[in-house]
């Protein structure tokens, strides 16, 4: 393919749902290439197509392989995904830190493929021996389970984005403007007016202490126009009531 990206590998899956599950997380991630090592049921079955919502085109152009051997021969890198490094001299890689590493070798056109285990057993030590690395996703110790589609999503998702441009926070206006500082500056004066006409500041150190409460809370959010106007209405309906 033009553009290369890890290859999900599935060993022995053993329900068709959590294959078709496992398409729909890749479609999430943008993954388009599936193999599955002696799957249990059938892939493109009624029950795969229904669990993978609308992903069905991975599951149908899925790669049957009867051996790991066979599923990773083609690959430059291997990672396997699994909580137990089984007392193999193997680096344990962040599903961040693989993603990032992945992602640089699919530039250099090198095949990757990361290999996911059968739900109940996970991998062999067989298989984990064919990988290069392994992948460790820390999670609560108690607990650390994870079903087979929440694997490959977990995954999945830190190579998705070093494929795309992350914004950390994105403000939504709603067809609304952001106000200026002078705006706001000037509505928290007209509250402070209307407070002094109502007898709120008793002290002149009460009245400092209440200002800068007040300045506090209107100045660290982000107000739009519409925001801004919105309280303008209320304060001046409290004031006619």
């Known amino acids: 393919m033009a ?14 749902e959590n294959v078709g599950m496992a398409a729909r997380a890749m479609m999430n991630c943008g993954l388009p290439d599936m193999r599955l090592v002696r799957p249990r049921e059938d892939h493109v079955g009624a029950k795969a197509i229904a669990a993978s919502s609308n992903a069905e085109e991975i599951l149908c152009q899925a790669t049957l392989f009867e051996t790991v051997e066979d599923a990773v021969a083609d690959l430059n890198f291997v990672v396997a995904t699994t909580a137990r490094h089984r007392d193999q001299t193997k680096p344990v890689l962040s599903a961040e830190f693989a993603a990032l590493k992945m992602n640089e070798l699919c ?7 990361i290999l996911f285990g059968p739900e109940r057993t996970g ?16 999670l609560n110790p108690k607990h650390c ?15 998705f984005k070093t494929q795309v441009q992350q914004q950390n926070e994105e403000l939504i206006t709603n067809h609304s403007t952001i106000t200026t500082r002078n705006k706001v500056i000037r509505f928290c004066e007209y509250i402070e007016e209307k407070m002094a006409d109502c007898g709120n500041f008793k002290t002149e150190e009460r ?12 100045m660290r959010n982000q107000l739009t126009e519409q ?9 001046n309906h409290l004031i006619r009531r």
């Open 123 to 138: 991998l062999t030590n067989h298989d984990v021996c064919l990988a290069d690395a392994i992948i460790n996703i820390p």
């Open 145 to 159: 389970s994870l079903n087979l589609s929440q694997a490959v999503l977990l995954v999945g998702y830190e190579i």
């Open 107 to 113: 530039k250099n056109k090198q095949k990757c493929g």
């Open 3 to 16: 553009n290369y990206l890890p290859i999900i590998i599935l060993v022995e899956p053993q329900l068709a």
């Open 207 to 218: 009245r400092d202490k209440l200002v800068t409460n007040l300045r506090n809370i209107f």
């Open 227 to 235: 925001e801004l106007n919105t309280l303008y209405g209320v304060i």
